[in-house]
């Protein structure tokens, strides 16, 4: 039996999802190594790699894209930081996975995506929806035609309450940049190959209405027509106490799918105080088989030099386009038409 060569993997960015997808690479998946790990923060790499068993350690992303033998890198920096360091590690004929967002203007992500394809290097991009297990058998009823048409298509993310950040640390328009452009992405990835034609966003800060004033969003409603004749509905809040909610759901001329569940699992409690189910309340326990899924299709296509089967940087740059356009109607108060 031939052995298959494990891809190795070097990690840029070790906070809260760096460090799980690096465990996911180090643990999770048999056919992935994890062989470097790097960030700027003092101890942080060496203390994660010290916890996962890997050998070396960079406080900069030019040593780790140096590191002997390395295939492919996994960003997971903040987000303004991913495009250099995505052109960074093409230049270098690295294969990249990179966690959204890719980047933050159009010129960014135009500029990753000519990168990646000039070095022929597979760029994933980590909408992990796409990944879970009822988000995918919905996209497969809507491809087999089992609810027809789509019309109306929703996809909402409820972050786990309550809400504990200090709002002065998250970056201006977050709500539309790094929480529903998940929904985005999800909204076009079910709706497939339409195109967003109008874009109508509210959103006001209801969860920590004392930060408002500074411009810190932490509930919106984006209505999108798409160019099929279908409507989407995305919504977000930063607080809910009763757990993590992610749901989907496309209604279409012959039926519907719906998608998600907030519930931990089909455990019911029924005792004196009447019938209960806990919750899910992080993402990486919802999704930690969605997150292992992508990372295993990652390394398949950097071993077989393929492009990436899951989001792309187009993928990317077409949710992006609708999170700048909701940017755009909430500071005019406008729809705004999508070229
Ligand atoms: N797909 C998902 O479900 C999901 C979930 C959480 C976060 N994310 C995304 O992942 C990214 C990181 O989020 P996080 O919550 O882990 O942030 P975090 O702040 O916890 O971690 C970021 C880490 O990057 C390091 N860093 C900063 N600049 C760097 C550089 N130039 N090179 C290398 N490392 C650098 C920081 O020191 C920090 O350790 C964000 O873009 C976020 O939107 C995605």
Same mark, same amino acid.
């Given at each position: 039996m031939t052995k298959i060569k494990p891809v190795n993997v070097g990690l840029i960015g070790a906070g809260r999802i760096g460090s799980f997808h690096g465990e996911t690479v180090a643990r999770r998946l048999v056919d992935a190594e994890l062989v470097a790990i790097a960030d700027p923060a003092s101890g942080a790499a060496a203390k994660l790699a010290d916890r996962l068993g890997v050998d070396a350690s960079y406080t900069d992303v030019t040593e780790l894209l140096a590191h002997p033998g390395l295939d492919a890198v996994i960003i997971a920096t903040p987000a303004r930081f991913h495009t250099n360091i995505l052109v960074q590690a093409a230049e270098a004929g690295k294969a990249i996975f990179c966690e959204k967002p890719m980047s933050l203007t159009l010129e960014d992500a135009d500029r990753a995506i000519a990168a990646a394809r000039g070095a022929g290097v597979t760029l994933q991009v980590g909408f992990n929806r796409r990944w879970d297990q009822a988000f995918a058998e919905g996209r497969a009823a809507i491809d087999a035609g089992k609810i027809g048409a789509p019309q109306l298509i929703r996809s909402l993310t409820r972050d786990p309450g309550p809400f504990g950040a200090d709002p002065g640390k998250i970056p201006l328009w977050t709500i539309f940049y790094e929480t529903l452009i998940h929904d985005f992405d999800t909204l076009l990835w079910l709706n497939p190959g339409a195109k967003p034609v109008e874009v109508f966003a509210m959103a006001d800060a209801l969860v920590r209405p004392d930060a408002r004033e500074k411009g810190f969003l932490d509930t919106a409603v984006v209505s999108i027509r798409f160019d099929n004749g279908s409507v989407a509905v995305a919504e977000a809040n930063f607080s809910a106490l009763y757990g993590y909610d992610i749901r989907g759901e496309v209604f279409g001329s012959g039926g519907m799918v719906t998608m998600g569940d907030v519930r931990r699992s089909s455990l019911t409690l029924f005792d004196k105080d009447g019938?209960?189910? @806990? #919750?899910?309340?992080? @993402? #990486?326990?919802?999704?930690?088989?969605?997150?292992?899924?992508?990372?295993?299709?990652?390394?398949?296509?950097?071993?077989?030099?393929?492009?990436?089967?899951g989001p792309t940087g187009i993928d990317a740059r077409n949710a992006l386009a609708i999170a700048l356009a909701c940017i755009e109607s909430v500071s005019t108060k406008q729809p705004v038409i999508l070229k």
């Open positions: 019938v209960s189910n @806990d #919750t899910w309340r992080r @993402d #990486t326990d919802h999704f930690i088989h969605g997150y292992t899924a992508q990372l295993a299709s990652f390394a398949n296509a950097v071993r077989n030099r393929a492009l990436a089967e």
